[in-house]
C-alpha cells in the first residue's frame, strides 16, 4: 500500500508537509513511510469542504440516500477487517484481536448513524398564533476533526460518520503515531460513492495542522478527542470565534470493590478495565477502591492474576498485554512508576520492561500494580495512558465516594457488587459521565458518552450524535390571509 499520498477534498496529492516514518512498536521497525499535510493543505481541505456542503448534490440528497452512502462505508469497513487490523497492530503496537474489535466498532459506527439518519424526526411545534411553528435542523458546514493515536478507527468513525450523517463536511488531523489507518480509511470511504470534497485526511503535527484546522475561519465545529492540556487550548481558540466544540479529554477513572463483590468476576473486570489497551485508554480502571474488610484477601489474588497476564506481540494470538504505542510513551510511564516508587509507593508487580530477546526492541511495559498510597498521591491524581494500577483501601460509603469524587477527571467508572441498590445509589453520586455496575470497558454506539469536569464537555454517540453537528434553525409559515394588524 502506498501511504505517500494525503486525501485532500477528494483527491490524493503529496502533501507539503513532508514523508514521515510510521515504526512498529512492537520491534522498533520501519513500517513505511506516509505523507504529512502542510498549511495550506489544511486551506485546500476547508474550501473543498465548503464547496461540497454548498453543493445541491449533496445538500438536496435526502436523508435516506446519504445514509445508503454511509451504510456502504459500514459494510465496505467491515469487509477489509482483516487488512485494517494488520495495518492498525503494526502502526499501534495493538493486539491483532483489539484493532479486528475496532474496525468492527467503526462499521457498525456508520451504520448505526445511517439508521439513526433514516430515523430522525424534524418537529412541528405548539402553535402560538396563526402560524405553522416549525423547529428545523441544518449542517454546520465544516466540521475539524481531531483524534489521537488510542484507538485510531474507531475514533475516526465515531466523528466522521454522524458529522456527515449530520449533512457536513469533514477535515480529519489523525494522530502523528497512527495515521496509516486514517488514510487507508479516507480510500475506504472515497470508494464508496461520497461526493467528493466532503472527507479530507490530513496527518501531520498536532501544533502545526490541528492549529490551522481549529483556527481556520470555514470550520465551525471541532469534535476532538486528546489530553486535557490541548482540550482547553483548541477550547480558548474556539471562544474567539464563537465556535462550538466537542471535547473527549482524559480520565484517571475509579473501579469500586463492595465486600459482596464476586471476586472472580470483579478481578476479571479489574484486569480489562486497566490492563486491556495496555492501559492507554481514556476509560482506564486506574484507581481501585477496595472495601477494607476485603482488601488483604482481594489484592494478592488480584496480584498473582496480574503476573499471569501474557505480554507479547499483537501479532501472537495469545498476547493480552501488547506493547505501548512507542518507546518515548513507555518510557513516560516509566517515568510516573519511578517517580511514584520515589514518593513511597510499594510495587506489588511489574514496575519495568519485560526480559527476553522478543521485548528488547519492543516499546513493552508490563502490568504493574502499586499500593502503600492515598488518593492525593501524584500518581492518582495524574493520567498514566499506561499499564498501572494503584489499589487503596476504603472504609465506609462516606470516605470512597469522597475518594473516588476527589479527582480532576470524570470520565467514568466501576462498581463491582451484588447489591444491585447499593451499586444504583453510588452511581448516582459519582461525577463522572460513564459508570458500569458488575462489567466495564463495555460500549454501545447507541448510548451517549463523555465525560464531567477536566474529562470533557459534550456528549458522542447516540441518536442525538447526529443533532449534535446541526445548527437548530425555526421556521414560522404565516396562515392568515390578512396584513397583520399592527400594519
Ligand atoms: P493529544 O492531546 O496530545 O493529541 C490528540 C490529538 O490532538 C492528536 O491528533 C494531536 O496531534 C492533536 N493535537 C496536539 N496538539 C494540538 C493543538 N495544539 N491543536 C490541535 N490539535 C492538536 O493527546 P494524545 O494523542 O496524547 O492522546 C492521549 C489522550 O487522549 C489521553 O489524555 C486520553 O485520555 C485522551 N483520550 C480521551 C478519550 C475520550 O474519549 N475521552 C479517548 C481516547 C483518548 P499529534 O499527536 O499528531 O501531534
Known amino acids: 500500500m502506498d501511504f505517500t499520498k494525503i486525501f485532500v477534498g477528494g483527491d490524493w496529492r503529496t502533501g507539503r508537509g513532508g514523508l514521515v516514518d510510521s515504526i512498529n512498536p512492537a520491534d522498533g521497525r520501519v513500517v513505511t513511510r506516509y505523507g504529512t499535510a502542510g498549511v ?5 481541505a476547508v474550501a473543498a469542504g465548503q464547496r461540497a456542503v454548498a453543493d445541491p448534490e449533496w445538500r438536496a440528497m435526502l436523508p435516506h440516500q446519504r445514509a445508503r452512502i454511509l451504510t456502504r462505508i459500514g459494510d465496505a469497513i467491515e ?3 482483516d487488512t485494517i487490523s494488520v495495518l492498525q497492530t503494526a502502526d499501534t503496537g495493538k493486539s491483532r484481536a483489539e484493532t479486528r474489535a475496532l474496525a468492527l466498532s467503526a462499521a457498525s459506527t456508520f451504520r448505526y448513524f445511517a439508521a439513526a439518519l433514516e430515523t430522525m424526526d424534524e418537529s412541528l411545534t405548539s402553535p402560538r398564533g396563526r402560524y405553522l411553528t416549525l423547529s428545523l435542523h441544518e449542517p454546520i458546514g465544516v466540521i475539524g476533526a481531531i483524534t489521537p493515536w488510542n484507538s485510531p478507527i474507531a475514533s475516526d468513525a465515531q466523528k466522521i460518520a454522524p458529522a456527515l450523517a449530520a ?7 489523525p494522530a502523528e503515531w497512527t495515521s496509516l489507518v486514517s488514510l487507508h480509511l479516507a480510500g475506504i470511504i472515497a470508494a ?6 466532503l472527507l479530507s485526511v490530513l496527518p501531520g503535527p498536532g501544533r502545526i495542522i490541528g492549529e490551522a484546522i481549529v483556527r481556520h475561519p470555514g470550520v465551525g465545529k471541532i469534535l476532538f ?3 486535557t492540556a490541548t482540550g482547553r487550548r483548541i477550547a480558548a481558540a474556539a471562544a474567539e470565534k464563537l465556535m462550538p466544540v466537542s471535547l473527549e479529554l482524559g480520565g484517571k477513572s475509579p473501579t469500586i470493590v ?3 463483590a464476586d471476586i472472580d468476576q470483579a478481578i476479571a473486570g479489574i484486569l480489562f478495565g486497566i490492563f486491556s489497551s495496555s492501559g492507554q485508554s481514556c476509560i482506564a480502571g486506574s484507581r481501585l477502591f477496595v472495601a477494607r474488610s476485603l482488601y488483604d484477601a482481594f489484592v494478592p489474588r488480584l496480584v498473582e492474576r496480574t503476573k499471569a497476564l501474557r505480554v507479547g506481540p499483537g501479532t501472537a494470538p495469545d498476547t493480552q498485554v501488547a506493547p505501548l504505542v512507542s518507546t518515548l510513551h513507555r518510557d513516560t510511564v516509566a517515568d510516573f512508576v519511578e517517580r511514584a516508587l520515589a514518593d513511597g509507593a510499594t510495587l506489588l508487580c511489574g514496575g519495568g ?3 527476553g530477546a522478543l521485548y528488547d526492541n519492543g516499546a513493552y511495559y508490563l502490568p504493574t500494580i502499586l499500593a502503600g498510597v492515598t488518593n492525593d498521591a501524584a500518581i492518582c491524581r495524574e493520567e498514566v495512558f499506561g499499564p498501572v494500577l494503584v489499589v487503596m483501601p476504603f472504609d465506609d460509603e462516606a470516605d470512597l465516594i469522597a475518594q473516588a469524587n476527589d479527582s480532576v ?9 451484588q447489591n444491585f441498590p447499593r451499586a444504583y445509589a453510588l452511581a448516582r453520586q459519582l461525577e463522572v459521565g460513564t459508570v458500569w455496575i458488575n462489567t466495564y470497558k463495555q460500549f454501545s454506539i447507541s448510548t451517549p458518552f463523555g465525560g464531567w469536569k477536566d474529562s470533557g464537555l459534550g456528549r458522542e454517540k447516540g441518536r442525538d450524535g447526529i443533532r449534535a453537528h446541526m445548527q437548530q434553525k425555526s421556521v414560522y409559515v404565516g396562515l392568515d390571509p390578512s396584513p397583520l394588524p399592527w400594519a
Do not use: F, H, M, S
Not at 495550506?40 to 485546500?44: A, I, T
Not at 464508496?192 to 470534497?197: A, D, E, F, R, V
Not at 477527571?409 to 457488587?417: K, N, P, Q, R, V
Open 40 to 44: 495550506d493543505d489544511v486551506k485546500d
Open 79 to 81: 469487509a477489509d477487517v
Open 167 to 173: 449533512g457536513n463536511a469533514v477535515v480529519l488531523k
Open 192 to 197: 464508496q460513492g461520497l461526493p467528493k470534497g
Open 225 to 227: 478527542t486528546g489530553g
Open 258 to 260: 463492595l465486600p459482596d
Open 353 to 355: 520492561r519485560p526480559e
Open 409 to 417: 477527571y470524570g470520565l467514568a467508572a466501576g462498581i463491582w457488587t
